[in-house]
């Protein structure tokens, strides 16, 4: 069974940074592009990044590109985002997502999500 | 403002058909990107409904189904039940963006009455 379980977020002060784990179990990790996907209160779905199987390329919407930075430790079956000088327009429940394997991204598998709160 | 457009709601009584639609653009579905979409319960992370704009994945029953023509897609509930009652979103690819973008639209809540 794929899970994906995702730790790390807290309140943090804007201007702040924080980095955020997704444990993956239940398929071959290294060989799957993985996303995070966020979603803030109320709002809808908004993909955030990706990072292909061996971490040689990586994407960022514009909306987070030179602030965060994604990563993986294949050998940990570990995912991650480093965030820094966070703005309140960040807060957010961070998913992490499995992509499909399809040409462009699609997401089959999602964790529960974690959330980040960036206030003063 | 959502680069894919969806109707921010719709509702059906139970056993009645539904269709959600996810409106693009030359960019994005009229390029030719498939078209998925995820089903979000309450309180729960989005699950995967259609891939490649009208796959099921294993486990989702044959009464959700999906279409796409031109620049829009579309999602059809058949013989609705009260546990469809969630939040749909559809999502493609946009060559217009910069990076490797995913786009989502804005969601559709789905009622139930």
């Known amino acids: 069974e794929v899970q994906l379980v995702e730790s790390g977020g807290v309140v943090v002060q804007p201007g702040g940074s924080l980095r955020l784990s997704c444990a993956a179990s239940g398929f071959t990790f290294d060989d799957y592009t993985m996303h995070w996907v966020r979603q803030a209160p109320g709002k809808g779905l908004e993909w955030v990044s990706l990072i292909s199987w061996d971490g040689g390329s990586t994407y960022y919407a514009d909306s987070v590109k030179g602030r965060f930075t994604i990563s993986r430790d294949n050998s940990k079956n570990s995912l991650y985002l480093q965030m820094n000088s966070l703005r309140t327009e960040d807060t957010a429940l961070y998913y992490c997502?499995?992509?499909?394997?399809?040409?462009?991204?699609?997401?089959?598998?999602w964790g529960q999500g974690t959330l980040v709160t960036v206030s003063s | 403002q959502s680069v894919l457009t969806q109707p921010p709601s719709v509702s059906g009584a139970p056993g009645q058909r539904v269709t959600i639609s996810c409106t693009g653009s030359s960019s994005n579905i009229g390029a030719g990107y498939d078209v998925h979409w995820y089903q979000q319960l309450p309180g729960t992370a989005p699950k995967l409904l259609i891939y490649?704009?009208?796959n099921r994945p294993s486990g989702v029953p044959d009464r959700f189904s999906g279409s796409k023509s031109g620049t829009s897609a579309s999602l059809a509930i058949t013989g609705l039940q009260a546990e469809d009652e969630a939040d749909y979103y559809c999502q493609s690819y946009d060559s217009s963006l910069s990076g490797s973008a995913a786009v989502f639209g804005g969601g559709t809540q789905l009622t139930v009455l």
């Open positions: 997502a499995k992509d499909l394997g399809q040409e462009n991204p699609s997401f089959d598998y």
């Open positions: 490649g704009n009208s």
